[in-house]
Each structure stands twice: as C-alpha cells, then as structure tokens.
C-alpha cells in the first residue's frame, strides 16, 4: 500500500535559463519520485527573482508545507552567494525545501546546515570561474 502524495507548491526558474516546458518535465519526474504531488505553480516576478518575493510570501503565509524549486541556483545570487537565510528561515517555520534539478531536500535546520559549506565551495567556484583569464 502507497501512501498517499504530499501535496506541494512549485516556484519555477522565472529567469528561463532552461524552458519552462523542461523544467515543469524534471519537476514532474522529482515530484512522483518523492511522492509529491503539485498543487499549483508560481514563479518569482521578473526582474525581482533574486529577490525571493513570492517565495518569501509563501513559506510565511501559504498553508502547505512543501515547496518544490526547479533548482538550488534560484536562491543564488553572484554577488551575495546562496541565501542561507531564506533557508534558514523556511526550515525554522517547518516548511520543507526540494529542489528537483540536484535532487536535494532541505527539512530542517540540520539539513541546511549539512549543505552550507557545499554551497559556499560552489560560490567560491563560481567567482574564481569568472575572473578573466591572467586577472590573478
């Protein structure tokens, strides 16, 4: 006997660095695989993604608990790196986060916490990938 699908909100890449229709595929997939089942979808305003707006809003006043991101690379910035604190904060209201593209899955503070120092390597790659070439 299967038990019965969680139901999930999604926020798609709305910065369309891949097609939605790709997107909305790889999302389809992740959700039957963890036994998640979409509800509706959202996206970030454009122009504001880096923001978090309609996230932010959501895992504050949305009453599902799951919230599937197409990828971890939404809550990236170049700039500031990955928000840790919209993490932080999403896990501390009980809200789960999965995002679908790397397959990962943040439920608490401890899973945060356990991808943090990946996530700040990954900026730290970032950045030096974009120096230009003889800058060091």
């Known amino acids: ?25 790889i999302i389809r997939l992740y959700a039957e695989k963890t036994n998640l089942k979409v509800s509706f979808y959202g996206a970030e305003f454009k122009g504001f993604e880096s923001k978090h707006f309609q996230l932010t809003e959501y895992i504050n006043n ?37 995002f679908a593209a790397e397959e990962i899955k943040l439920c608490s503070s401890i899973d945060v916490e356990n991808i943090r120092s990946e996530l700040i390597m990954t900026h730290v790659n970032i950045i030096n990938r974009d120096f230009p070439s003889g800058f060091l």
């Open 62 to 98: 949305h009453p599902l608990d799951h919230f599937i991101l197409f990828s971890i690379y939404q809550i990236y910035d170049k700039k500031n790196g990955f928000n840790m604190n919209l993490l932080r904060e999403a896990t501390k209201k009980n809200k789960k986060l999965y």
């Open 1 to 25: 006997m299967t038990s019965k699908a969680v139901e999930a909100y999604v926020m798609l890449d709305s910065t369309r660095s891949v097609a939605q229709k790709i997107q909305h595929s």
